[in-house]
Every structure is written in structure tokens, then in C-alpha cells.
């Protein structure tokens, strides 16, 4: 018991507990190798670091491939009610919000006309523009976030819908292309 | 010990003005967790924003966050140390006025924060949004708090100084200087201002000020609470002085360099953000040391644990405190962080501290003052009871479901697919995922304050029972000239001294850690590749500001493969030079916006802020529609421009004289561009444009625009 006392308030002098002891030195040296790995020793930076895992990430999208979308497998999809379905789900997902949910343009241009902006209006053309985007109009790229699957099935329903004259459609934006 | 045979000395305390901080402290302890529910609840259910300005989340968090910290536990240190100041110095206050302007001058400032923060006057900086003429206030009443304070040390009846004083006197010293340093800034109107610090600069200033907020004034503050009001009530000798001794240096040098683990993985130069982790790591053991110091006080007094609710709270109180206290080194590892940072979890883990330690501090505080400060016996123990099961299940549910939300959330943002793709890419995925764990957390939201309702009416009912209020009048020995000691112990009787040592001690991390970050700044902003924003692009970046949107929206890409692939290239120190103040926000309630200019169409983001679900179906963002009423206030700008140039923004002279038609012109374009798109009409002298051109602008502002699908990684 320490010889003092402050309000009625008295103190032991207990040693310190030998592992909060350690505890606090072990934390120390820890510290201080760390500090000596990663700022002067080989320890690698933040960067390097994130330069390697874009290298897998590279190395991966390269093993994907590049898909290049041809008219006639598309052409071929057409047909399937499971890709049309996947399709509508996508563009619900993804596109509705600018595109409209009934593909009638809202913030982007109406889908259904005979009016393109960006390409002929062909299924191959409207892959790229989904995955490319348009980004200086607004249009985002969604090759990062699509699968190519998705890709696919999205481009396959909005061609699917071609002449539905939706309501309150955006009107006509871009040139208009005769024979598709 | 030759102790000088004195007299005994008759001296009547000052309790009046601890009974007006203690009620003080519990009607703002109301306002604060009554705040924090309705934002707890607003997350859950955006509706509850209602669509009113001064009531949606962005403005209601800084509201929340400011009472919790200044009005609930400010009121309550204030209670307690003009409480155990008096009695460990054996001496009423050095100045009963002082102490009145201290209280009157404290809660006026709380009353002008309620006021300014739902209108939108704000900084922008964490814990620090309140404007500049009340920052002069909270300075000046913090140096009467001060002089009185430190008056009343010198004209005390005892030697020595007992270690509750010990951190009282570092939180003075401490605040003064943090508050200071983070709150000098360059008014433009009565009641707004720019800070002069910028970009990086800011980020490590905010966060030195805004971690060691915690550190100085809901730590060595409830600490020195403890050190006093624990032993009183279990009527036990404190378990050993030489771990007060060396938890208390350890943790005063210490706690001060922590910050930048606020910023890890930012564009802060590596070198802090590796100092911030390391010193985190070492502060584990100091914290540690108050709380073992405090349970083992209570060795041979565990039965008190079952019958008496003050040891209760106290007990749960430092169980809280060891447990955020070692999360917070945990957290503070980079690769933890990389997880938990910008996620509920970091606001789980500030809630085991503030809802454990300093909410059960303060009622234990409260549970102990009440009775004797009004002379009579608890209304009900019972009750108090009942406040500890509803106020413990409550801060259990609320810190498992905001843990559980954060680690959900953080590592669905970093998934990634085996073919290089995110796994979750749409950020509203991940948000709709954690929804039922907000309801949960608001739930225990809910329950905490229903036990504070129940510590009320018992608090009500034991002061109307009250007979008998009067100050507390003692006999004294006077020991204030008995013999020095050696070592520490003469060190505890040399009040000036010690502060010097205290405020040494903070001020070497300080200087260290910040000093080459501010010189460092003059020397990018001489290569810096960056354009200013324009006059239009400051007038929407103050709306940002004004309607809070860095609470739940970051500007900092962090250098990790899921950020680059979700966001773009890592943000640079470059890019956010000529921010006064910073952005780069501290939490992803939305998603990151350092790169979202040019992103959308101006049509988007106006019907986004007037109806974000018209474009994210399942977003939980409250609707900005007043935006499309409000006008800008273009006539400010030149002003506002010439202060950011005075503050070095390499704005011309023009620029500054022709600002405010700079941006009618600029407004005039965007307008016409969202009506192009199909968006309505004259919409050119409205807040909205304002506000677009600021999100248009951001990421977009380098000399040399970088290609948007090419990452560019620094060496």
C-alpha cells in the first residue's frame, strides 16, 4: 500500500502483470520489424503490390479471351426463350434505368425504332456498344461487369424488341437505317 | 514521511455546478441516442428521411455524432471533474464565474451546433463540422475551463496529484491543441469558411484531430473518471500505481500518432500510413493497462458485481473499453483495414466505445452522483437494473449486426470471379444484402434508449424525493507543503512541470507525422497536372458539403485490384490538392465518387437526386427534390473564389472578378444539356445544375486526362 491517499482513496503498488509486459514489448518489436520491412527493408509497397494483382487479374481476362460477336451466332439465339428470358433480366437489372423498363428510352434513346446513334443497329454491333459503352454520351461499359453470356442475351432481347412501339417512347434519335 | 502538522481547514465544494452539468449531460444524452435512432432507422427505411432537409441523413449524423460527443459525454466529464477535482485537491473551484461561464458558455455552443447543423452550416470534417464563430466559442470556453481548471491545482490543499488529475490535465492540453490546429480556416461569410488546409494536408489533420478526439476526449477524460469514481464506489485501493504510472505516459505519447490509420491504403504518403498502423498496434498494452488497473481494483469486491448497479455498469464499461481497444489495433493492420475500412463495421466498433465505455461510464458516474449530490438514497435499484440488461442487449445487438454488415459488405465489394470479373458489381447489391442488419442494429438503437428512459424516470423520482440540496462542506488536513517524494512521485507535485511533460509528449508524434506531410504539399502543388474546379463546380462541391454527402459517399479509390475494377485508377495526392477541405470521406453507405464525372449523363443525376430509386430501383439514398427548387447562390462566388486563391488555388484575377458570371455561363450549358437529354427546362440558376457540374467534375480534372479503361499504377 502506497503511503498515500487522495479522498479516501488509497493505492496498492502491484508489479505490472508479466504478460501485459510482454504483450507491450512483443508489440514494440513487432513495430519496429515491421516498420523496417516495409519502409527501408524489401518488404513490397502498396503499389507493387497491387501491380502483381492486376497481373493475375490480366492473366485471367486474357485466358477469358477476347470474344469478338458474330452476327450469326447471335442471329441464332434469337430463337431461345431461356437466352430471351436471361436477356430481360439483364437489361432490367442493368439498362431499364436509363433505357427504360419497356425499352422506350428515358435518359438513353428509345431501343425499339428504327434510329440508332452509335453503329447500324445490327446484333453485333449493339454487343460492342454494351460492352465498350459510350462513355463520352453517358453510355457505361459493361465488359467488367457483364459475362459474355449476359452480353449475348442482353443484345439478343433488346433486338428481340425491334418495332414493339412501346408508350411514351422517347422519339426518334440518331439516323435512321432502312433494312436491318 | 515527515508530513507538516497542519490545522484541518474547513472547505464547502461546489456541487451545484456539477448537479447543472449532470442534468445538462443526461437531457443531451437524450438528444443524442434520439438522433442517432432516427439515422439508425433513416438507413433502414429511407422514407423516414421525409424528404426534409434539415432532417435527412446527411445533415442528422453530424447532428448525432456532435451531441454524443460535446453535448452527452462533454457535459459528463465536466460533471465529473469539477465533481472529484474539488474533492482530490481539497478545495472548492479557483472561480464560482468562471465555472458559470464555463456551463452557460458549453451549452450555448451546443444549442448553436442544434441549430447550424439541420440548416447545413458544416465543414465537411468529421467531429469538426461545426462552422468558425462557434469554433471561436468552444476556444474560448475551453481556455476558462482551463484557467479555472488549472486556478484551481494552484490554490489546492494537497501535494500531490492523483492520476484521475493526471488525465484531466492531458485532455486539456490536448484538445486546446488538436482543436486549434484542425480549426483554422478562412471565413467567406458570416457563418461559413474554408479551411487552409487542403488534400492530403486535410486528410492528415482531420484524422490526427479526429482519432485523438477519441483519445482525448472519450478516453484520458472517462479514464480519469474511472481512476476516481470506481474505486469510491467499490471502496477499494486502486491495484498498482506504477501501471497507472506507465499505462498513462504510454498512452498519452502514444495515442497521438495513431491517426493515419484512418487513412490507410489512401493516397497518403506510405511511410504515415505505416507509422499510423505501427503505433496502433503498440497502444494495444497501454489501453489495456487502464482497464486492468480498474478490474483488478476490484479484486475481493467481485460480490458487489451481483448487488450493485454502479460496479455493474462499471465492470461492462471497461470490459467495452478492452474490447474496442484491442479491435482498434486490429482494425489498424492493413490488411484488416482493407476489409473493415469505409464499412458498418468501423461504426460498430465506435459504438462498443461509445455506447459501452463512455454511455455505462457516465450512468455509473450518474447512478454514484445523483444520491449524493442531492442528499437522499436511489429511487429504485431494481430499475437501474433493468437500464443495465436493456442498455447491455442493446449495445450487443447493435455492435454483432453492424460487425456482422461490415464484414458481410467488405468482403463483397473485393470478391472477385475466377475470370477476372467482380463478383457483385452493381454497389446496390451489396447494400440491399445488409438492410435486415440495419433494422437489427436500430433495434438495438431502440433498446439503449429505452434503458436511458428508465435511468431517467428513476433519476426523476429519486431528486423529487430530495429534501435537501446543498454544497458539500468537509474538514481538510492541508498537506500542500509536506515533503516532494522522488521520482514520479515529486514529478505529481510539480503541476506546471507535468503539463509541459503531457503536452511534450503529444506534441513529438505531432510534429513528426504531420510537419513533412504540410511541407511536402508546397512541393506538389508546383508539378501538380490539376485544374481548379470552376466557380459553378465550388458552388455545387459547397451543396455537397452543406448536404453531408461525404457522411455516406468517399472520394478516395484505394490502390486494391476490387477498387480499380469497381472505380477506376487508384485516386492520387495530386487530384484532391485544391480540395479545402478534403472529401475523401470515411464510410461507403453509396459508392465511391473520386471518378463518377462523365460517368452518367447529366439526366441521370438529375433524376437521381430528385428520385434515386427512378434509376437504382433498390438504392436507399433519400431524395434531394429541393435541390430543383433552391436557387444557387451565384453572388457569393467571388468572394468564395478569392479566399480559395488567397489560400493558393491558381485562380486568376479574372477568374476571381468574374465568378459569379463564369458560372451563370457554365449553369446556362448544363442546364440546356439535361434538357437536351430530355430533362425539363430553365433549370440554369437552380442548385441542382450546381450540383451536377461538381459530380461532372470529379476525377475529371487532370491536365493530361488519363484513358478511362487504362489503370494507371504509380511506382
Known amino acids: 500500500m502506497e503511503d498515500h491517499e487522495y479522498d479516501g482513496i488509497q493505492e496498492l503498488d502491484n508489479p505490472l502483470p508479466n504478460w501485459w509486459l510482454l504483450t507491450f514489448l512483443g508489440t514494440i518489436i513487432f513495430a519496429y520489424l515491421y516498420y523496417l520491412h516495409y519502409e527501408s527493408g524489401s518488404g513490397p509497397t502498396i503499389n507493387q503490390e497491387l501491380k502483381a494483382d492486376l497481373a493475375v487479374i490480366e492473366a485471367a481476362k486474357a485466358k477469358r479471351g477476347t470474344k469478338s460477336d458474330s452476327e450469326e451466332e447471335l442471329q441464332k439465339l434469337l430463337a431461345s426463350a431461356a437466352v430471351l428470358n436471361e436477356g430481360k433480366a439483364v437489361f432490367q437489372g442493368k439498362c431499364a434505368a436509363c433505357h427504360g423498363a419497356d425499352l422506350q428510352g428515358v435518359i438513353g434513346p428509345d431501343l425499339t425504332d428504327d434510329y440508332w446513334l452509335h453503329g447500324q443497329g445490327k446484333l453485333a454491333d449493339i454487343a460492342t456498344i454494351v460492352r465498350k459503352g459510350v462513355v463520352e454520351k453517358g453510355m457505361p461499359p459493361w465488359d467488367g461487369q457483364l459475362k459474355d453470356a449476359e452480353v449475348s442475351a442482353v443484345t439478343v432481347y433488346i433486338v428481340s424488341k425491334r418495332g414493339s412501339h412501346p408508350a411514351n417512347s422517347k422519339g426518334p434519335q440518331g439516323e435512321k437505317i432502312v433494312s436491318n | ?715
Open chain 2, 1 to 715: 514521511m515527515n508530513e507538516t502538522i497542519s490545522r484541518l481547514e474547513e472547505v464547502t465544494y461546489d456541487d451545484a455546478i456539477v448537479r447543472k452539468f449532470l442534468l445538462a449531460c443526461m437531457v443531451f444524452a437524450g438528444v443524442a441516442f434520439a438522433a442517432g435512432l432516427l439515422a439508425a432507422l433513416q438507413l433502414a427505411f429511407f422514407p423516414l428521411n421525409m424528404e426534409l432537409p434539415w432532417l435527412t441523413f446527411g445533415r442528422l449524423r453530424p447532428l448525432h455524432t456532435n451531441a454524443a460527443i460535446f453535448a452527452f459525454a462533454g457535459n459528463a466529464i465536466f460533471a465529473g471533474i469539477y465533481h472529484s477535482t474539488q474533492r482530490l485537491l481539497k478545495t472548492r473551484m479557483y472561480s464560482d464565474r468562471l465555472s458559470a461561464i464555463h456551463f452557460w458558455g458549453w451549452q450555448l455552443i451546443i444549442v448553436a451546433a442544434a441549430i447550424s447543423l439541420p440548416l447545413g452550416f458544416s465543414q465537411g470534417k468529421e467531429y469538426a463540422e461545426l462552422e468558425w464563430p462557434i469554433d471561436i466559442a468552444i476556444t474560448l470556453i475551453w481556455v476558462i475551463f482551463a484557467v479555472n481548471f488549472f486556478g484551481t491545482l494552484a490554490i489546492r490543499r494537497e501535494k500531490h496529484m492523483y492520476v484521475a488529475l493526471w488525465f484531466y490535465i492531458a485532455t486539456i492540453v490536448t484538445v486546446a491543441v488538436l482543436h486549434i490546429v484542425n480549426s483554422i480556416e478562412i471565413p467567406w461569410s458570416y457563418m461559413n469558411s474554408y479551411p487552409v488546409w487542403a488534400g492530403v494536408q486535410d486528410a492528415l489533420v482531420q484524422w490526427w484531430y479526429g482519432h485523438n478526439a477519441v483519445a482525448f476526449f472519450l478516453t484520458t477524460p472517462f479514464l480519469g473518471l474511472m481512476y476516481y469514481y470506481l474505486p469510491k464506489a467499490a471502496n477499494r485501493p486502486v491495484y498498482s500505481y506504477r501501471l497507472s504510472i506507465i499505462h498513462f505516459w504510454g498512452l498519452v505519447f502514444i495515442y497521438i500518432w495513431a491517426g493515419p490509420h484512418h487513412l490507410l491504403y489512401t493516397s497518403l504518403p506510405e511511410w504515415a500510413q505505416t507509422l499510423g498502423m505501427i503505433f496502433s498496434i503498440m497502444l494495444w498494452a497501454p489501453s489495456w493497462g487502464g482497464m486492468i488497473n480498474g478490474l483488478l481494483t476490484l479484486r475481493g469486491a467481485w460480490h458487489l458485481l451481483r448487488t450493485d448497479p454502479i460496479i455493474k455498469f462499471m465492470v461492462a464499461a471497461l470490459t467495452f473499453y478492452g474490447m474496442a481497444t484491442f479491435e482498434g489495433p486490429l482494425l489498424s493492420i492493413k490488411s484488416v483495414s482493407a476489409i473493415g475500412h469505409y464499412t458498418d463495421w468501423i461504426v460498430g466498433h465506435v459504438h462498443a466505445g461509445a455506447l459501452g465505455w463512455n454511455g455505462f461510464l457516465s450512468f455509473a458516474m450518474i447512478y454514484y452522483l445523483v444520491p449524493k449530490l442531492w442528499k437522499t438514497k436511489l429511487y429504485s435499484d431494481r430499475l437501474a437494473n433493468v437500464h443495465f440488461w436493456l442498455g447491455f442487449l442493446g449495445i450487443v445487438l447493435y455492435y454483432v449486426s453492424m460487425v456482422a454488415a461490415g464484414i458481410t459488405q467488405g468482403l463483397m465489394w473485393k470478391a472477385i470471379g475466377p475470370e477476372g470479373q467482380l463478383v457483385y458489381p452493381d454497389f446496390v447489391e451489396t447494400v440491399v444484402r445488409i438492410v435486415p442488419l440495419y433494422w437489427a442494429r436500430a433495434l438495438g438503437g431502440a433498446f439503449f434508449l429505452g434503458g436511458f428512459m428508465v435511468m431517467c424516470y428513476n433519476v426523476y423520482r429519486t431528486i423529487a424525493a430530495s429534501t435537501e440540496v446543498s454544497n458539500e462542506t468537509v474538514r481538510v488536513r492541508n498537506t500542500r507543503y509536506s515533503s516532494a517524494g522522488e521520482g514520479h512521485r515529486a514529478l505529481e507535485g510539480m503541476v506546471t512541470v507535468f503539463s509541459v511533460l503531457s503536452l511534450i509528449a503529444i506534441l513529438v508524434g505531432s510534429v513528426i507525422e504531420i510537419y513533412p506531410t504540410l511541407s511536402l504539399h508546397s512541393y506538389i502543388a508546383k508539378t501538380a497536372n490539376i485544374d481548379p474546379y470552376s466557380p459553378l463546380e465550388i458552388a455545387g462541391r459547397d451543396i455537397y458539403i452543406r448536404e453531408g454527402c461525404y457522411v455516406c459517399h468517399s472520394q478516395q479509390i484505394r490502390p486494391m485490384v476490387s477498387e480499380v475494377l469497381r472505380y477506376g485508377s487508384p485516386s492520387t495526392m495530386e487530384e484532391s490538392i485544391y480540395d479545402h477541405p478534403f472529401q475523401w470521406g470515411s464510410k461507403r453507405t453509396g459508392p465511391d465518387l473520386a471518378r463518377v464525372g462523365k460517368k452518367y449523363p447529366d439526366l441521370w443525376h438529375f433524376r437521381h437526386m430528385v428520385d434515386p430509386r427512378s434509376v437504382v430501383e433498390k438504392s436507399i439514398m433519400p431524395s434531394y427534390s429541393w435541390l430543383v427548387k433552391d436557387k444557387t447562390d451565384f453572388l457569393s462566388l467571388r468572394k468564395k473564389v478569392s479566399v480559395l486563391r488567397n489560400l493558393g488555388v491558381p485562380y486568376s484575377p479574372e477568374q476571381v472578378a468574374q465568378a459569379d458570371r463564369l458560372a451563370e455561363e457554365q449553369a446556362k450549358s448544363v442546364a440546356q444539356a439535361i434538357h437536351d437529354q430530355g430533362g425539363p427546362e430553365g433549370l440554369e440558376r437552380r442548385e441542382i445544375v450546381a450540383l451536377i457540374a461538381y459530380l461532372q467534375a470529379l476525377g475529371q480534372k487532370e491536365k493530361q486526362p488519363r484513358p478511362t479503361d487504362q489503370v494507371t499504377v504509380k511506382e
